[in-house]
């Protein structure tokens, strides 16, 4: 490894994005603070020391996805880069395992070699363009395009961070063709014959909302966490973390109270959909827009309030049951 | 423990055979790395956190609370055990380790292990040590007085006292049954142009002489249509979880068609929409608009194995039935939760006669589906 101390994740404050509603810089690159509690920390820094991949699970909008960029950020402050590596990878249903690794566009080279072999391409191509077609055609790797395990093996400076997001949406046997490339952090690149190996191990963070059971093999070589809902004083520390000196104490309180209220007695399943910290966050961003009096009624007067409480109670009989609640 | 035993090595076994965990020696591996690198080291709810990190693998109660149970047993009777002793065999145990590491690794290697070797052994010593034979002590007091109060009560511990039900005890687990469901295939090519055949694009090129375009055909498509049949009488409520899993594997696997109808001890004039209520589908009603060559039917029954006994009414209608529907379906299957070995002299054995009967475990559910596929 490079010389520089081991990697320790610290969650700490001073290095969190300073969030404003101005800087639309950080949101839109997804840039919020982020707390973690003791724990997760912990479970951080062993996944990085032991090089196992971190596989986080819990409640839809817990943040299991922010962490590894809030990983990437402290990092890139606490190192003084710019951008610390950091590649995230979105699983979805038809994913495949070897799309993360690199895809080959052989449509594209079989495109190019016919060009060249009919000579028509003089009559089409500027000069710039035939240049081009003829460099592709001499260099094979220009066909490859690499996936996120392609791009973080192929890190060479700093551990890279790899995100793989909603693990569980691929199909069952998605983890385990997986298993080879994680472990022995290589691999090959068929069309070529080359041989990509991990220059920096990196640092797995593997998200899952458990909606498919994920193989034994698969689960062994992780570290597991389960993100637990934050409870009230946690709650309120988010909630400033994220709003800084815009909106006074009473009101983040009564706001947090009232949230966790709702998120009690406003499922009318056991199983149904809870109300998560995403929720509360954009709750409270709407309620920012307010004068805090203003604010205060609302938060008073919720259950009447359909849109609003729309925001946090998704099903019908959710919003109902919550109103016949108060009532009651 | 004798010296020439690994670090926590027996704690490592206590804790897959007591608590009931599926731990390989990899795992063991794991704590070991996650020790040196100085994780759960400084007291013993820190140990316990690293371990529930690296060996626990769901958020499961049941299973949690096993292993939080298992960890204070195994430290309470180790400190009874030897308290004092515990500081130098730590210290002794894991300094080989370190120096083996050290002979094979590099200079680099060297550098960096050497804050574990002093660091260790005696953070390990002060604090793990003191802190917990207090609170060792402070536990054990209190569980006295509650003991003698119930002396007529032969002492258990909780563990073997009160069984649970829990998912993992189920004679196939939910991978295994969605795995089973992909064997049942019956691929037919249909629907819109989507994918690329390349041999016969290849073989365009060739006679061409030039690539136009390529040539394509509909994709795949899953065409099997399953009758699945839920016998919901009393003998099976044991068996709810299992049966509810299966019916939920089946609406997320990818066949052509899956519906799910229930019926008590045996199908008989009508079928039930749901376990508990009256929506009802006449048999001879459904079993016409049955694709004759695509849908299979797959009964899940104990058959009466679970009670016991001939009950030649219910050999009878079953029969009446598997009659009926034979012209309208391709294969049966039956699953049965009751082990094979109790059908004998049961109705469920003559049953068996009549159709393809598969111990409902993960041998016989993959055997059902081979014979559903033929």
């Known amino acids: 490894m490079s010389n520089t101390k081991p990697l320790e994740y610290t969650g700490e404050q001073k290095y969190q994005p300073k969030p404003g509603s101005q800087n639309t810089e950080f949101i839109k690159r997804g840039l919020y603070p982020y707390l973690p509690s003791e724990e997760l920390v912990k479970a951080v820094n062993l996944a990085i020391y032991l090089q196992r991949p971190l596989l986080l699970q819990g409640e839809p909008g817990c943040g299991k996805t922010l962490l590894a960029r809030a990983i990437a950020y402290e990092f890139s402050k606490r190192l003084r880069v710019k951008n610390y590596p950091y590649f995230p990878w979105n699983i979805k249903s038809t994913t495949r395992a070897k799309e993360g690794l690199y895809t080959y566009d052989a449509v594209g080279r079989l495109r190019d070699a016919q060009l060249v072999g009919t000579n028509y391409y003089k009559d089409y191509l500027k000069e710039e363009e035939i240049k081009k077609l003829f460099e592709r055609l001499q260099n094979p790797d220009s066909y490859i395009k690499w996936g996120a395990l392609g791009n973080a093996f192929r890190e060479e400076k700093r551990r890279p961070i790899l995100l793989i997001d909603e693990i569980d949406k691929a199909d069952i046997d998605f983890p385990n063709d997986l298993l080879l490339e994680l472990e022995e952090q290589c691999f090959q690149v068929t069309e070529t014959g080359e041989t990509i190996e991990a220059k920096q191990p ?34 309120i520390k988010i909630v400033n973390a ?3 000196s815009s909106l006074e104490m009473d009101l983040v309180e009564a706001a947090v109270e009232r949230f966790v209220d709702l998120r009690e007695k406003g499922t009318s399943r056991k199983d149904s959909k809870k109300a998560s910290t995403s929720e509360l966050l954009d709750w409270i961003r709407w309620l920012n827009r307010y004068p805090t009096e203003e604010a205060m009624d609302i938060i008073n007067n919720l259950a009447e309030n359909q849109s609003l409480l729309g925001a946090l ?5 959710d919003q109902e049951r919550y109103q016949d609640n108060l009532k009651g | 423990m004798s010296k020439s035993k690994p670090p926590l090595f027996d704690f490592f076994i206590f804790m897959e055979e007591e608590a009931g965990l599926s731990l390989t020696i990899d795992q063991y591996h794991m704590l070991l790395q996650a020790l040196q690198g100085g994780f759960g080291i400084s007291s013993r709810s820190d140990l316990k956190q690293v371990c529930r990190l690296l060996w626990i693998k769901s958020s499961s109660s049941p299973q949690v609370e096993r292993f939080e149970q298992c960890f204070e047993q195994y430290f309470e009777q180790y400190f009874q055990e030897n308290s004092q002793n515990l500081a130098q065999n730590l210290a002794q145990n894991l300094e080989p380790q370190f120096q083996k590491k050290n002979s094979k690794g590099s200079k680099k290697a060297t550098s960096t292990d050497k804050t574990p070797i ?29 003991a003698m109060r119930g002396e007529l009560l032969p002492e258990q511990p909780f563990r073997e006292g009160r069984y649970q039900l829990t998912p993992r005890d189920f004679p196939i687990t939910q991978r295994q049954i969605q795995q089973n469901w992909r064997y049942l295939r019956r691929p037919i090519r249909e629907g819109g142009l989507t994918e690329i055949d390349i041999e016969a694009t290849v073989e365009q090129i060739i006679q061409e002489g030039v690539f136009l375009q390529p040539v394509l055909i509909p ?10 049949l839920i016998d919901d009488s009393n003998s099976m409520i044991p ?29 008989r004039d009508y079928l039930y929409l749901h376990p508990r209520h009256p929506d009802a589908t006449k048999i001879n009603e459904l079993l016409p608009k049955l694709h004759c060559n695509r849908t299979v039917i797959l009964i899940i ?3 009466g194995a679970a009670r016991g006994g ?9 029969e009446e039935f598997v009659e009926q529907s034979t012209p309208y379906v391709r294969h049966f299957a039956w699953l049965n939760p009751i082990p094979s070995q109790r059908w004998q002299y049961t109705s469920a054995e003559a049953i068996s006669q009549l159709v393809p009967m598969f111990e409902l475990n993960h041998q016989g559910f993959k055997a059902a589906m081979r014979s559903l596929k033929l």
């Not at chain 1, 797995?204 to 809902?229: G, Q």
Request: net charge positive.
């Open chain 2, 310 to 318: 001939i009950n030649r009414d219910r050999i009878k209608l079953t």
């Open chain 1, 313 to 317: 109670l998704k099903t019908k009989e």
């Open chain 1, 242 to 244: 994220h709003f800084p």
């Open chain 2, 118 to 146: 002093t660091s260790p052994p005696s953070s390990s010593t002060t604090p793990v040590a003191p802190t917990t034979t207090p609170d060792s002590k402070s536990v054990n007091y209190p569980q006295i007085p509650t």
């Open chain 2, 239 to 267: 068996f709810r979880l299992l049966s509810q899993k299966i019916v939920a594997t089946l609406q997320a696997s990818r066949l052509g068609k899956a519906d799910t109808y229930y019926f008590r001890n045996f199908p």
């Open chain 1, 202 to 235: 990196p640092i797995v963070i593997i998200t899952s909302n458990n909606e498919k059971e994920l193989p034994d093999a698969f689960l062994r070589r992780c570290i597991f966490y389960y993100i637990e809902f934050p409870k009230n004083d946690d709650l």
């Open chain 2, 219 to 228: 994709s795949h498509v899953n065409r099997v249509e399953m009758l699945l």
């Open chain 2, 301 to 303: 029954s104990d058959a």
